[in-house]
């Protein structure tokens, strides 16, 4: 299997993701789209590590997940507390800060 | 198989200032968990005072390293120790702000429990017992963990990393306001989705980079480029979505959106230690990738950069006059200030760096003191952040207004004032770059931006205070301290410059 197909694959998952967290209002939704950003890249090192012929690419990814990990820890805790005081997820609701 | 893995020499005596402070944050955690209520306040101070000296005085210690350390993916060189003792130094200073609680009568600045609903009986209950939140303490020791490793990072997946310690405390930290807690709460989600967004376009950007130069070491970037002349799609876009991921924390145009949300929603010391210490890590380790990685290809980002300098001067600039509260003002001030840094970066000259080193150094701890001042202009909700409820502040307390008046003209590159030395270094740097339109851009933004800043000492020493005006707390040591520091940085460097200037020459050029 070429590799460079897996480049493209990830370009298409980072493009799909980005476009997620522009147009979806949900923050959860929007969460994991960012989440698809990262493992996006995730793909694309791993790719690139094999069309490279060295292990970094690889081992990057091992990192990216711990650190998308703690992401996901510290987002879920604002999204749920944001849920808790508005009784509502949607991103377009909390609209105070403005001007 | 049975081949043992070699073992990494690791030095570990340079890198004493981030193991300080990383020990002491990982203890605060665990003083968190186990420590009785009580005692949980005194041992996060002990530790977070103690550290954050402690690292300080190892990184003076060590200051004659230079070396490339962990199978060179830190980098201790002249800038990055010199951005080290910066960051120290507003953490420190954000430090003392942070451990303020007599300007609240209910407390410090943080919300007892972050978890209580707002207006909440829980809530009530916590403040009545007088319950603080003491794990700001460890979240704020990892932050600046996370910004003394960003610039000294020496490869893509450490700048990363560091990116993520350094924001993602910081992204709970804006939620934790004790007062108006559903603006905090809102500024954490939008901080928090817009950082998380911009960290993923800079790690897909280092996805590409590693494609294109099969490496991720800033120095094996650097020689992939002149190795392979021309330019890759690879190249390019990597180095674009990194740009994005950077300029987002810096806060320059086109990428400023979420700044006056965020700066006026979180408490006020955390802002002021977002809007000093992020800007000098996010600066720093700006430079040591577009100077050491990509200093190639220096050709291709620099007009992108003065572009997005100039850009990011006007529009701080211009937003900020229509603002009417205080930290609004303030965030788009920054952004301003921002672009003003910008300009010292593009110039990709020796010169530019020192010249931008010095500008972190005079708007880290003035921007700092501008914050200290707004968190003493308080009403019964909290601090009055209107500036018409600023009006007559110099007639009521002239000590305070005067300071706030001192780091208004600094801003605004007054002379006599750190700002005007640090605008001054970075027109210089730019010209000798041949950049005259952005200078000349830079002119006229500076012209801009006085006129805000005036204006806001002009309502202070001008105007009859109002009937039902704020009063202004007296502060406790700690907050007095701060403000000390930050008008005798801001008034000497811009006095005697020479010292600092001359530190920062010897500190000498980025290690390959």
């Known amino acids: 299997m070429n590799p460079e197909s897996y480049v493209v694959l990830a370009c298409v998952l980072f493009t799909l993701g980005a476009i997620g967290v522009l147009v979806r209002r949900n923050a959860i939704v929007v969460f994991m789209s960012i989440e698809l950003m990262l493992n996006a890249a995730n793909l694309a090192f791993v790719a690139f590590a094999r069309m490279n012929g060295n292990l970094e690419g690889q081992v990057i990814a091992f990192f990216v997940m711990v650190v998308a990990a703690a992401e996901v820890v510290v987002g879920l805790a604002i999204i749920v507390t944001i849920y808790r005081s508005r009784r509502s997820a949607s991103i377009d609701e909390p609209n105070l800060l403005k001007y | 198989m049975n081949e043992m893995m070699p073992t990494p020499e690791i030095d570990y005596l340079p890198l004493l200032p981030m193991i300080i402070v990383a020990a002491a944050a990982v203890i605060g955690v665990i003083v968190e968990a186990f420590a009785p209520r009580r005692a949980r306040r005194p041992l996060q101070l002990v530790l977070a005072f103690g550290s954050l000296i402690g690292a300080f005085a190892a990184l003076v210690w060590q200051s004659g390293v230079r070396s490339t350390e962990v199978e060179g993916a830190v980098v201790i060189d002249g800038p990055s120790v010199i951005l080290q003792g910066i960051v120290l130094l507003l953490a420190i200073v954000a430090a003392l702000l942070i451990s303020e609680r007599t300007l609240d009568p209910a407390g410090d600045a943080f919300a007892p429990r972050a978890s209580a609903l707002p207006g909440s009986e829980d809530e009530r209950q916590f403040t009545s017992r007088g319950y603080l939140q003491t794990e700001v303490w460890p979240l704020f020791l990892f932050s600046v963990l996370g910004m003394m490793l960003f610039p000294a990072a020496n490869n893509l997946l450490v700048m990363f990393v560091a990116l ?44 590409l980079t590693y494609g294109y130069a099969g490496t991720i070491q800033f120095s094996g970037i650097a020689e992939a480029l002149t190795a392979q002349p021309g330019r890759s799609a690879l190249l390019v876009g990597g180095l674009a979505l990194i740009g994005v991921g950077m300029l987002f924390k810096i806060g320059a145009v086109p990428f400023h959106q979420w700044v006056p949300d965020v700066y006026q929603g979180s408490p006020s010391p955390i802002t002021a230690f977002m809007a000093a210490a992020v800007k000098v890590a996010a600066i720093g380790a700006l430079l040591r990738v577009l100077y050491v990685a990509f200093g190639g290809i220096r050709w291709d980002w620099q007009f992108m950069l003065w572009v997005i300098a100039g850009l990011t001067m006007l529009v701080g600039s211009i937003v900020a006059i229509s603002q009417s509260d205080i930290k609004r003002m303030l965030a788009y001030s920054s952004i301003a200030q921002a672009g003003f840094i910008l300009v010292g970066v593009s110039a990709a000259s020796q010169a530019g760096l020192d010249a931008s080193l010095f500008y972190l150094i005079a708007y880290g701890f003035t921007t700092m003191g501008t914050f200290a001042v707004v968190s003493l202009v308080r009403d019964s909700t909290g601090e009055a952040t209107k500036i018409s409820q600023w009006a007559g502040l110099g007639r009521k307390s002239p000590v305070l207004a005067t300071c706030f008046a001192i780091f208004m003209l600094a801003l605004a590159g007054i002379p006599l004032t750190s700002g005007f030395v640090g605008k001054f270094l970075v027109f210089e740097a730019a010209l000798a770059a041949d950049a005259i339109v952005v200078v000349l851009i830079g002119v006229l933004a500076s012209i801009i931006a006085a006129f805000f800043y005036v204006r806001v000492i002009v309502v202070m020493f001008f105007s009859d205070p109002p009937e039902d005006g704020p009063s202004v707390v007296i502060p406790s040591a700690a907050t007095t301290l701060a403000l000390a520091i930050s008008v005798a940085v801001t008034v000497i460097l811009g006095v005697l410059p020479q010292p600092v200037l001359d530190l920062i020459e010897q500190a000498g050029v980025f290690l390959g």
Do not use: D, T, W
């Open chain 2, 164 to 207: 993520e310690v350094m924001s993602l405390p910081l992204y709970l930290l804006a939620g934790m306001a004790r007062r108006r807690r559903l603006l905090s709460q809102e500024a954490a989600l939008k901080y928090f989705i817009l950082g998380a967004f911009s960290s993923a376009f800079f790690l897909f950007g280092s996805a």
